[in-house]
T-cell receptor, first 108, second 114 residues
């Protein structure tokens, strides 16, 4: 089955800096890679996803890159803001398997 | 509905009692998933349903856990003889098409076993 590793587990940045979260996966058959943001007391919310036929996707300050050969994908957040503070999860697999999450703290 | 609805939002139960957690997926979503999130932990896959196909129960941690989905819509996760280690947030998600579409999660049910 699929196994997803996510790093780092915690990330602290200053407002305006960039943040990068990385994930690796094991199942080469996986073809869909979403990222979720979870705020305290809420369910995870999809923020961006990428499919295996593309290498990069951007949505305003958020971008995701995928390297299928190396089986890793990354979330990039530029110009971070305090409201970006949350737990971020990557996922992969047919029935999505999630990484253990990254707690991002953006200080002003 | 507009989103995935879960009830109750909070449940406190005594050890050994049975509990039922409910999930109302987005109308028209054929795939439904249950996950468990322990304090400060990631999302642990429990079970998924896709249309009328047999559910994938491979993530259920023990035979005390079961789930059903009636009429291809509402799902109920049942935990029998609850244990303290069952305390967690149970999240339900649904998607339009299994495996190639993003999930929409509910806000979860926080279960506390005392």
């Amino acid at each position: 089955g699929e196994n997803v590793e996510q790093h780092p587990s915690t990330l602290s940045v200053q407002e305006g800096d960039s943040a990068v979260i990385k994930c690796t996966y094991s199942d080469s058959a996986s073809n869909y890679f979403p990222w979720y943001k979870q705020e305290l007391g809420k369910g995870p919310q999809l923020i961006i996803d990428i499919r295996s036929n593309v290498g990069e996707k951007k949505d305003q300050r958020i971008a995701v890159t995928l390297n299928k050969t190396a089986k890793h994908f990354s979330l990039h957040i530029t110009e971070t803001q305090p409201e970006d503070s949350a737990v971020y999860f990557c996922a992969a697999g047919t029935a999505l398997i999630f990484g253990k999450g990254t707690t991002l703290s953006v200080s002003s | 509905g507009a989103g995935v609805s879960q009830s109750p939002s909070n449940k406190v139960t005594e050890k050994g009692k049975d509990v039922e957690l409910r999930c109302d997926p987005i109308s028209g979503h054929t795939a439904l998933y249950w996950y468990r999130q322990s304090l400060g932990q990631g999302l642990e896959f429990l079970i998924y349903f896709q249309g009328n196909s047999a559910p994938d129960k491979s993530g259920l941690p023990s035979d005390r856990f079961s789930a059903e989905r009636t009429g291809g819509s509402v799902s109920t996760l049942t935990i029998q003889r609850t244990q303290q280690e069952d305390s967690a947030v149970y999240l339900c998600a649904s998607s339009l098409i299994y495996s190639i579409d993003g999930y929409t999660f509910g806000s979860g049910t926080r279960l506390t076993v005392v």
